[in-house]
């Protein structure tokens, strides 16, 4: 208890509250032209904002909390001609420099205007990290923000399309906008969807991050969004799209080509409010889209099992509506205020390979989430400002067939019953979830430079979780223990293994403090972080006798259950930890730089493995249950190094060389089996998993200039682990594997990944090309009767062998024409431009996508409705064929 009261009471000893960087700094010195001398009292303002300072007596001034972007930054003296630096580029947690040189004027005139400095090689990055501009953005063959993630260095997906930062789980991944988390603490997955046209910049961090970031173990994707501004812009996108493809083989009426069965509208405004003399200014966007998706169903059979109309049905499609909007007042040059919202929402289904001749049994998913964020920023003087942020986070998901659980076409669970190899013809899926996480987060960030060469940040952060659950499959109505005929359905007792239902409210805390040291020689970030948590759950006090329920102590058999509970459960322990970490950059000269960083990383487990399956309903019979939950889980840690090398050449060139080292423990996996007093046994998650990463990362790019720009990126990682997921334990212990005894490699470890893009254009056009290149993910090989009959019985190492490479090309054209005050852009977007058959899972028996032995002697079976051949070809092991889309934008 004293221990507890140490840390909470050393949060709250710091007034402020942690935010992760939203904005960058501008530096530099004004000098006189002629003499060199420096110019004091010079008045330097960054236009279209209230964003200014004052140069001291050497001539140096300081602008702190500058939003990303490009602006016209204007130097004033009295006796001088007043310049106007054109086109300065701010970016998140940087500092741009930008120098001045005034000219001596007697008379009056005109501002001078010059183009601002173009910093290839940025000095103050200690750490590996990839920003993305909206002007780049909007010249990509991008469409989602997933589309931007996949082509920086260190950043691999996997079979099932997640993300991995640097070869850790998808789980290590922290997810912000404007300074506020939005991963959802459930799964550690992002919340919300961002659409790409709500996007000023996107920074992704895959080295280690500084001490204002936390809960995460490899990776920060930070993104700030748009704000109005001074004047009105509107924006308007319409574009349809369908696959072009004769990949009919695996990919079902893939060949009906229309050009508007995937349709996407959205548009955007932004300005100042009319008669608030532009302290009111307005960002809104909006945007709803529909995918028919590329995997096809049959309809040969209805529900019932009568014979279906042989209708195309799409099995992975989507509904999607996206928004952002946000009000800023600026009440002051010292205050401002900024109110921000943003949801989404998706109706879609995933495909289920049984159903794909009665595609009408298969669950439908429903999600939905929002975020709300008041922000109030008080500058005290151009170089001290603080933040206070208050923000709610909601997510809810639904699964399930019918609205309605007890809704009479739902079938008894025995008509889903089928042979092997065979597709349902009859049926409905049984299963229904719900799941809703809420979460409150106040923050307040203090930020001052408190002299020339450092740059201090404080504060603290808290967070307030609730996280409702509950699974289940509908099972038979049963009056006095036989089940009703004909079928009805029913929702399973609350209080049997049957249904997972809970509701826990776990908190955060933390605060970290962190000093930028910047000299002409040398730039060092250095920080500590502190973080609390408390799971607020219960564990068991005696594992060999978990479910209160059903007591096998016979001297609680005659207990309340209020009396059973101090038998049965005590609280977890809250858990606090502490992350120093530390970043170096030693410029060698103007066009070059080393970097070092290093630093601890602690992450609190995902409240699914914390809750999962709720308060230990152990069943009275059978083996293997679980694995339950552990709310007494330890922080995951990950020690992290890297050294990098930044080099300009020939002007628009620069290359980073970076080499990089994980150290990850204390991974979450499942437990050995426990055996409760009557032979029962099952499985609890604990911390028990290793994982080490090294790799070297290489970007070469070019800037634009002279009508084209290069980015190229090279990484070659290996990723190697106990386990790559926490249940690949749990089921190994069910097959009566032995554990892994030695790394190996983890199921997302892609060696090489290359990733190229090429832009030429113009103000009016352009045309960009986007290439993945990336060596086979792993596979397990398995024993079949083809394989033993070879001589090989056993030895084989779980992913041990690898599946095809992966290439892929996409590619966008656009061209602008301008009709009054209106830029009307039509373009062409063309993903998977050469329709390559890019593999993502195999069969394990061959490592190939379209053949196996596995059912080689499997012979004819009245039950089945299709043929073995037809049922092998799973279109779920091949990635998305080529879609072509067409659309217009209209912008003013």
């Not at 409010?273 to 529909?290: C, E, H, N, Q, S």
């Amino acid at each position: 208890m004293k221990k507890i009261f140490t840390i909470v009471s050393l949060v709250l000893l710091f007034p402020f509250l942690i935010f992760a960087g939203t904005t960058g700094k501008l530096t530099g010195r004004v000098t006189d032209k002629k003499t060199g001398e420096p110019l004091p009292f010079v008045n330097i303002t960054i236009e279209g904002t209230t964003l200014g300072a004052a140069s001291d007596l050497d001539g140096r001034y300081v602008i702190l909390n500058i939003p990303p972007g490009r602006y016209n930054v204007k130097f004033q003296y009295v006796g001088y001609q007043p310049l106007v630096v054109e086109n300065v580029q701010i970016s998140i947690d940087l500092t741009t420099t930008q120098d001045a040189q005034l000219e001596e004027s007697t008379i009056e005139l005109g501002a001078v205007i010059v183009q601002g400095n173009v910093e290839r090689i940025q000095k103050d990055i200690t750490s590996s990290q990839a920003r993305v501009t909206s002007e780049q953005i909007q010249n990509l063959p991008v469409v989602e923000l997933n589309d931007i993630l996949q082509l920086q260095a260190g950043v691999t997906k996997d079979a099932n399309g997640q993300f991995h930062i640097r070869g850790g789980r998808t789980t290590e991944i922290a997810y912000w906008v404007n300074g506020i988390s939005i991963t959802d603490p459930y799964d550690n997955s992002r919340g919300i969807e961002i659409d790409n046209s709500s996007v000023q910049e996107l920074q992704v961090i895959s080295g280690t991050f500084n001490a204002e970031y936390g809960q995460a173990l490899s990776g920060i994707v930070n993104t700030v969004t748009k704000e109005g501004g001074k004047s009105f812009n509107g924006d308007v996108k319409v574009y349809s799209s369908d696959y072009v493809s004769n990949f009919t083989d695996y990919f079902v009426g893939i060949d009906r080509y229309n050009p508007f069965t995937n349709y996407n509208f959205q548009g955007s405004l932004s300005g100042p409010i009319p008669f608030t003399k532009d302290k009111l200014t307005f960002f809104a966007t909006g945007r709803y889209v529909y995918d028919d998706g590329y995997l096809y169903g049959i309809r040969k059979f209805t529900t019932t099992g009568q014979l279906g109309d042989g209708a195309l049905v799409p099995m992975n499609w989507s509904k999607r509506w996206i928004g952002q909007s946000n009000i800023t007042y600026f009440a002051s040059t010292n205050f401002k205020f900024n109110l921000e919202a943003l949801y989404s929402k998706e109706n879609y289904q995933d495909y289920d390979h049984l159903f794909k001749w009665e595609p009408d049994g298969n669950v439908f998913k429903y999600s939905k989430s929002y975020n709300l964020t008041f922000t109030m920023t008080h500058t005290f003087s151009n170089t001290a400002f603080y933040t206070l942020k208050l923000s709610k986070f909601f997510k809810d998901f639904n699964e399930y067939l019918y609205p309605d659980p007890f809704d009479p076409r739902y079938l008894s669970p025995d008509s889903l019953n089928t042979v092997g190899y065979a597709f349902r013809k009859t049926g409905t899926n049984l299963h229904r979830f719900f799941r809703e996480t809420n979460s409150y987060i106040g923050k307040i960030d203090f930020t001052s430079q408190v002299t020339e060469n450092h740059l201090i940040k404080f504060g603290v952060e808290g967070r307030i979780h609730n996280l409702k659950f509950d699974d289940y499959y509908l099972e038979p109505l049963r009056i006095n223990g036989i089940p009703v005929v004909p079928f009805q359905p029913a929702i399973p007792d609350i209080n049997t293994p049957n249904r997972t239902k809970y509701d826990n409210k776990p908190i955060e805390l933390s605060a970290y403090i962190q000093d930028k040291i910047e000299y002409q020689s040398v730039i060092i970030n250095i920080g500590l972080r502190l973080d609390y948590f408390d799971s607020r759950a219960n564990v068991l006090v005696d594992p060999t006798d978990p479910n209160i329920n059903l007591p096998l102590r016979p001297e609680l058999e005659n207990l309340s259950l209020a009396e059973r509970e101090p038998y049965f459960y005590k609280k977890a322990t809250p858990k606090w930890q502490i992350g120093p970490r530390f970043g170096i950059a030693y410029p060698i000269s103007d066009k070059g730089v080393l970097h070092f960083s290093y630093g601890h990383f602690l992450q609190i487990p995902t409240f699914q493995y914390l809750f999962q399956n709720g308060p230990y309903y152990v069943p009275e019979t059978g083996s293997g249950y679980g694995p339950y939950g552990n709310p007494d889980l330890k922080p995951q840690k990950t020690i992290m190094y890297e050294i990098g090398f930044r080099q300009e050449f020939f002007d628009d060139f620069n290359v980073d060389i970076t080499g990089f080292y994980r150290d990850i423990r204390d991974w979450i996996t499942a437990g050995p089996l426990i055996t409760t007093r009557n032979l029962v046994t099952y499985s609890i998650f604990i911390n028990k998993d290793y994982s080490n990463v090294k790799g070297i990362t290489l970007n070469l790019n070019k800037r634009f200039s002279n009508h084209y720009s290069i980015d190229l990126n090279y990484t070659y990682q290996v990723a190697e682990g106990s386990n790559s997921r926490p249940e690949d334990e749990f089921n190994a212990q069910l097959s009566n594997n032995e554990p892994n005894l030695f790394l190996i490699p983890l199921d997302w470890d892609q060696r090489h990944l290359l990733n190229f893009s090429l832009f030429v254009g113009d103000v009016d056009w352009g045309v960009s090309l986007i290439s993945r290149y990336g060596t086979g993910l792993p596979y397990t090989p398995s024993i079949t009767q083809y394989t033993a009959d070879r001589g090989i019985t056993s030895g084989l190492q779980t992913n041990s062998r690898r599946k095809p490479n992966q290439f892929s090309m996409d590619l966008r054209l656009h061209k602008t024409f301008k009709i009054a005050n209106l830029d009307i852009t039509t373009f062409v977007q063309v993903f998977n431009l050469l329709d390559n058959k890019v593999v993502l899972n195999v069969f394990t028996d061959t490592g190939s996508a379209d053949y196996t032995t596995q059912a080689q002697n499997i012979g004819f079976d009245p039950k089945r409705p299709n043929t073995v051949e037809e049922f092998l070809k799973n279109p779920t092991n091949y990635a998305a064929p080529r879609l072509v889309q067409i659309g217009f934008e209209f912008s003013f």
